[in-house]
C-alpha cells in the first residue's frame, strides 16, 4: 500500500492520506482540497473518504470533494453530538473565517474490522480530543492514522466541545496493545513515528507503560 502525504495547505488543515493500492485509493481526512491532491486523484478510483474526527481542519474540504465525486462515500464515526454541521463543536467558529457546515451524508463506522475496496482495516474508538475521534489500523501494513488523538511526542488538546482527560486516558489505555516497534504511526499534523519511538518520546504512552497516568 502506497501512502501519499499531502500537507502544504493553508493555516488550520490537517494532514490528508491517500492510501493507493493499484487503480483504488482510500483518503484519510480532508481539511482542504488542494490541487496537488486533486491531480493525485485523477490517477486512480476513488472508493472513499475516512474521517476521523469532525474538526473542520479535518472536513473543510469534503464539500468540494463531493463536487468532483458526487458519489463518494464518506466513512464517519456518528455519535449523538453534532460536529460535521455545527460550527460550535467542530470549532469553525472560534478558528476559521467562515462556519464550516458539512451536511453530507455519511455511513457510520462501527468498532472491529472494515474494508473498503481493496482496503482492510480496524476502527478503533479513541475519544479523548473529541467524542467522535477515531483511529484507523492497517494490520497487514502495520500502519496506523490516529488524527488528532495521538501525535509522536503528545496527544490531542482536551479543552475543546466534548474533550474528556478521562475518556483520553482510557483510549491511551486501550491503544497501547496495537503498539509494537514497527507500527508505523500518521497523525494530522505532525510528521510520522513509529512504535518505538513514540514508547520513548511520548510521555503519555510512557505514563501509560509505567502505570503513572
Same mark, same amino acid.
Given at each position: 500500500?502506497?501512502?501519499?502525504?499531502?500537507?502544504?495547505?493553508?493555516?488550520?488543515?490537517?494532514?490528508?492520506?491517500?492510501?493507493?493500492?493499484?487503480?483504488?485509493?482510500?483518503?484519510?481526512?480532508?481539511?482542504?482540497?488542494?490541487?496537488?491532491?486533486?491531480?493525485?486523484?485523477?490517477?486512480?478510483?476513488?472508493?472513499?473518504?475516512?474521517?476521523?474526527?469532525?474538526?473542520?481542519?479535518?472536513?473543510?474540504?469534503?464539500?468540494?470533494?463531493?463536487?468532483?465525486?458526487?458519489?463518494?462515500?464518506?466513512?464517519?464515526?456518528?455519535?449523538?453530538?453534532?460536529?460535521?454541521?455545527?460550527?460550535?463543536?467542530?470549532?469553525?467558529?472560534?478558528?476559521?473565517?467562515?462556519?464550516?457546515?458539512?451536511?453530507?451524508?455519511?455511513?457510520?463506522?462501527?468498532?472491529?474490522?472494515?474494508?473498503?475496496?481493496?482496503?482492510?482495516? %480496524?476502527? =478503533?474508538?479513541?475519544? @479523548? +480530543?473529541?467524542?467522535?475521534?477515531?483511529?484507523?489500523?492497517?494490520?497487514? /501494513? $502495520?500502519?496506523?492514522?490516529?488524527?488528532?488523538?495521538?501525535?509522536?511526542?503528545?496527544?490531542?488538546?482536551?479543552?475543546?466541545?466534548?474533550?474528556?482527560?478521562?475518556?483520553?486516558?482510557?483510549?491511551?489505555?486501550?491503544?497501547?496493545?496495537?503498539?509494537?516497534? %514497527?507500527? =508505523?504511526?500518521?497523525? @494530522? +499534523?505532525?510528521?510520522?513515528?513509529?512504535?518505538?519511538?513514540?514508547?520513548? /518520546? $511520548?510521555?503519555?504512552?510512557?505514563?501509560?507503560?509505567?502505570?503513572?497516568?
Amino acid at each position: 500500500m502506497e501512502i501519499k502525504v499531502f500537507n502544504k495547505f493553508p493555516l488550520f488543515s490537517a494532514q490528508s492520506y491517500l492510501l493507493v493500492k493499484g487503480e483504488k485509493a482510500l483518503l484519510i481526512d480532508c481539511g482542504y482540497l488542494s490541487d496537488e491532491l486533486i491531480q493525485a486523484l485523477k490517477d486512480v478510483t476513488l472508493c472513499g473518504v475516512i474521517i476521523t474526527h469532525g474538526h473542520f481542519d479535518h472536513i473543510r474540504g469534503i464539500d468540494n470533494l463531493k463536487k468532483l465525486y458526487p458519489d463518494l462515500k464518506i466513512f464517519y464515526n456518528q455519535t449523538d453530538i453534532n460536529f460535521l454541521s455545527n460550527p460550535i463543536n467542530n470549532c469553525s467558529r472560534f478558528a476559521d473565517k467562515n462556519d464550516v457546515v458539512i451536511n453530507e451524508e455519511t455511513i457510520s463506522l462501527s468498532e472491529g474490522i472494515h474494508a473498503v475496496g481493496e482496503f482492510e482495516f %480496524e476502527v =478503533i474508538y479513541t475519544p @479523548g +480530543h473529541t467524542k467522535d475521534s477515531m483511529s484507523i489500523l492497517f494490520p497487514k /501494513e $502495520n500502519v496506523i492514522f490516529t488524527g488528532d488523538f495521538l501525535f509522536p511526542r503528545t496527544v490531542g488538546r482536551c479543552d475543546l466541545p466534548t474533550s474528556s482527560i478521562s475518556d483520553l486516558e482510557k483510549s491511551l489505555k486501550k491503544i497501547i496493545p496495537y503498539i509494537n516497534d %514497527e507500527l =508505523i504511526i500518521y497523525c @494530522g +499534523h505532525d510528521q510520522a513515528t513509529n512504535g518505538k519511538r513514540i514508547c520513548q /518520546e $511520548n510521555q503519555y504512552i510512557k505514563d501509560i507503560l509505567n502505570k503513572t497516568f
